[in-house]
């Protein structure tokens, strides 16, 4: 079977979009291994399906895989890519609506910039020290679509992402699902650069929207940064995160970065 494919990239957290409006594909764990393997298929951190959204919620609805196969809610950087990949295939200007497993996300559009709007963040807990081979860690966690850890570093460039993130990722205190991992560098007031291990990719990806979304929530509850905050990640290019507070609780959270297309192709199943 040929399936064709849209390559896509924002921020360099890059992804296999494909078209199934038709609801004709079916992918199993394997197949999403398969092609997001760098080596012996197409290469990407995640692929994402356009589905009907039978809810009638949204206009439109995603299926989303981890390259390592599994399912997962929400993702920042692909949400963007996904508001692209709808205008392109259907034509739609302005803004569109898709649902995710973390609820119905807003898409809007300014030239290869797309902001989304998140769900409402939850479980934020500040300041736990969790022990580790580094020593005790202060941790801080903000579930904002899917699970984040933030540690605060002195040089992101030093940071041991791929050490300290594997062990905090599947740490006891994150039990039973586990964590993504955010590393942390405080730059100048109202900007921060994030390194990010994530779930699911099980390594370093340069660069994670959900991921920017909790280091920039977190940094502002821990050193007041207004919104909005510029996130600066590991592929270089720069985010937005903005916010508004309401009864101590963070609403209208939205996410502006790039969506590039890369190249569209087929690869035989």
């Known amino acids: ?58 206009d439109w609805a995603w299926e989303f895989y981890n390259s390592d196969g599994s399912m ?13 990949f709808i205008q392109k295939v259907t034509g739609v200007n302005g803004r569109t609506t898709f649902e995710t497993g973390a609820g119905v996300i807003t898409g809007t559009f300014q030239g290869d910039q797309v902001t ?16 580790s081979a580094a ?20 040089d992101a460039d ?20 586990g964590t993504n991992v955010n590393f942390v560098q ?16 099980e390594g370093e990806t340069l660069a994670c929207g959900t991921g920017v979304t909790a280091a920039a929530l977190i940094t502002h509850r821990l ?4 919104s909005p905050v510029s996130v600066q990640v590991q592929g270089g290019d720069l985010l937005e995160v903005s916010f508004r507070e309401e009864n101590g609780e963070f609403a209208d959270v939205n996410l502006k970065g790039p969506a590039q297309f890369v190249f569209d192709g087929r690869v035989d199943l």
């Open 1 to 58: 079977m040929l399936l064709e494919f849209t390559k896509m990239n924002g921020a360099g957290n890059d992804f296999i979009l494909i078209d199934n409006r038709c609801s004709n594909i079916r992918l199993t764990p394997e197949q999403v291994v398969r092609l997001c393997h760098r080596q012996r298929g197409v290469g990407a951190d995640g692929v994402l399906l356009l589905i009907p959204c039978a809810s009638g919620k949204a």
């Open 72 to 84: 997962a809610d929400m993702c920042g950087n692909g949400a963007r890519c996904f508001a692209r």
């Open 116 to 131: 989304v709007n998140l769900t409402r963040p939850r479980d934020q807990r500040l300041n736990e020290w969790v022990p």
């Open 135 to 154: 020593g005790k860690l202060a941790v801080h966690s903000l579930n904002t679509g899917v699970p984040h850890a933030v540690v605060f570093v002195p």
């Open 158 to 177: 030093k940071a041991m992402v791929q050490e300290s993130g594997a062990e905090l990722r599947y740490h006891e205190h994150f039990k039973p699902k």
């Open 186 to 201: 405080v730059l100048a007031p109202g900007r921060i650069r994030v390194r990010t291990y994530e779930r699911g990719v």
């Open 223 to 226: 050193h007041q940064f207004a």
